[in-house]
């Protein structure tokens, strides 16, 4: 089901340099060249982006990219050289500074790298802050901070400073204090960067598992396309400050539209991305061993379909629409492609 876009960016642009906005209003669409030449860094460049209600957008893309710039723009926090971005059908650039700060407090959440936290305050007090800063009254935000931190699983830890927590359970009170005020969108720069790849994975689980819950609209920032292809609903790969391509992990490894987009997809094992439509054969008469979701991923159904004496029917909306069978689901898993193979 199409899902209504919460925040819209249209042909955004953030140069640094002498007079950027003079500079982009006579050339409202500068190439390399022109960059250089007037001295300019192309932080942001013509980015499009709609972001749609209760998606998890992933930004990827190497270090220098334009991530974090893109994403401070969707929030105000950099002022973007040109263009136009919609929050909620409101323009956010015609806002006032204290229009961006509510919108800031109650609508936006945000995850740093870094944790971000405040080492002489203790968890509770850390997850609290935001709520302090809005004036609640204390019992209604110690009230809203326990929740949010059983919420996150550090229930038994209120009273400990952010020094005696490990680095996982440090990004645990930032993840819960971004969700205290309840916000709209979500914004994550990166959160998990810091965390050796054990915890890494363990927060990127627990991270799906409160989306799951909370439904929110996410943001989230990364350089690791292996991250990407696990939380994203669609990717979006920024290179040089452009959008080389926006779509979901299967569409980029399918169709990559720029060969710097296939670099990136080609280490991905594609029976973590394609889903069972994507490599299904036509229909037959049967018999076949069950029904599996057409939005399976192929390594999900794998060791099912291999052990199946038969195909398995492909459903789509309650219908069937293909079959899969183990050779189909074995050429994904290794990689080998056969003429004719839809995949
Ligand atoms: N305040 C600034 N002044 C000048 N150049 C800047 C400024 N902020 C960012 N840049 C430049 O803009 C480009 C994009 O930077 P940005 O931090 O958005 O990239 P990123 O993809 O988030 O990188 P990283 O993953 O390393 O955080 C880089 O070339 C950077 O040097």
Known sequence: MPRAPKLICRDVWKLYGPDPVQFLARNPSPEDAALREAGMIGAVRAADVEIREGEIFVIMGLSGSGKS??????????????GAIEFDGDDLLAMSEAQLTQLRRKKI?????NFALLPHLTVLQNVAF???????PRAQREARAHEMIEIVGLKGREHYFPRQLSGGQQQRVGIARSLVGAPEIWFLDEPFSALDPLIRREMQDEFLRLQGLLHKTIVFITHDFDEAIRLADRIAVMKDGRIVQTATPEELVLNPATGYVAEFTKHIPRGKVLTTRSVMAPLGDGPFAGDLEASARVADVADAVEAAPHPFRVIEAGRPIGQLGAAAVIDVLIGRQRAGAPA
């Open 130 to 136: 935001p709520l302090e800063v809005q004036g609640a």
């Open 69 to 82: 710039t893109l994403v401070r723009c969707l929030s105000r926090l950099v002022e973007p050289t040109g």
């Open 109 to 113: 959440g945000m995850v740093f790298q």
